[in-house]
């Protein structure tokens, strides 16, 4: 993909594994709004709905993932078969009835239409990651904050959240990545000035007319590709962490 992004358009097909016919005219004509692409602003528009969906899934997923591992409530069992549910569901079933409701009350094609279907993908996956590392967390830590005069809200306040951290963490980037390589319903239910990077790459046009702009397409992919690449490097030791932070009991 790098290889192809540097390459001259006339050589889209070279075998050649490594750079020739350098040019950064594929990273022009990536941004290039005279063509109809607009990368930039797809690439905000994803950081908007990456962004809100993993911070409203972090705090409902917390919340969720704490009562299902720690509580014990009617209908609990139930309630983490109908996330388990949830998160089986195909996406392509989902598009009709979406488009239908979302036509009725007027949201085709804004911001809120992309982040609740998102939320919706991203939310199990919080629940149940989060949910298995509070489950091996010793309980002796909260019975500890009780005894001292806290309540079950604030002993998970001071004193299981900052625990949970890494764990937090890791699944915020999770949920981040998978907002961010939402395609197939964002492709449905967005307009050109709400289309996350994933649609507007599949609508680029090429500076040859009639021709397929794999060297832009791919010079798009390495600009998208970078920052989650960054993301995982810099933030990689927190991530381990928590991963494998409720792989052991304590």
């Known amino acids: 993909m790098i290889v192809t992004s540097f390459r001259d358009v006339g050589y889209t ?21 005279s063509l109809g692409n607009h990368l930039g602003r797809a690439l905000l528009n ?15 997923g917390t919340t969720a993932a704490y009562a299902l591992a720690r509580l014990e409530f009617r209908g609990k069992s139930l309630i983490a078969g109908a ?22 009350i007027g949201w085709m094609g804004t911001y809120q239409a992309l982040i609740l279907p998102s939320i919706s993908f991203v939310l199990p996956l919080t629940v149940y990651t989060l949910a298995s590392f509070f489950r091996e967390m010793p309980w002796d830590l909260e019975e500890a904050a009780r005894i001292d005069g806290c309540t079950r809200v604030q002993a998970f ?6 625990l949970a951290a890494p764990a937090v963490f890791t699944t915020a980037i999770l ?14 239910l967005s307009s050109d000035a709400t289309q996350p990077v994933t649609v507007a790459i599949a609508s680029f046009a090429g500076s040859q007319p009639h021709q397929e702009p794999y060297t832009a397409v791919m010079a798009a992919g390495t600009i998208v590709t970078i920052p989650l690449v960054i993301l995982v490097l810099v933030f990689q030791r927190r991530i381990v962490a928590g991963l494998t932070a409720g792989g052991v009991k304590g």
């Open 175 to 188: 949920a981040f990545i998978s907002s961010w390589n939402e395609y197939l319903i964002s492709s449905q």
């Open 83 to 104: 996330i388990l549910a949830a998160s089986m569901f195909p996406g392509v079933a989902l598009i009709s009835p979406l488009f239908q409701l979302f036509t009725d």
């Open 13 to 33: 097909f070279d075998p050649t594994p490594f750079f020739t016919h350098v040019t950064l005219d594929n990273y022009a004509t990536a941004f290039s709004t």
């Open 46 to 60: 994803s950081v908007l709905i990456g962004g809100v969906v993993t911070i409203i899934a972090l705090l409902v």
């Open 157 to 162: 306040r001071r004193i299981i959240l900052p």
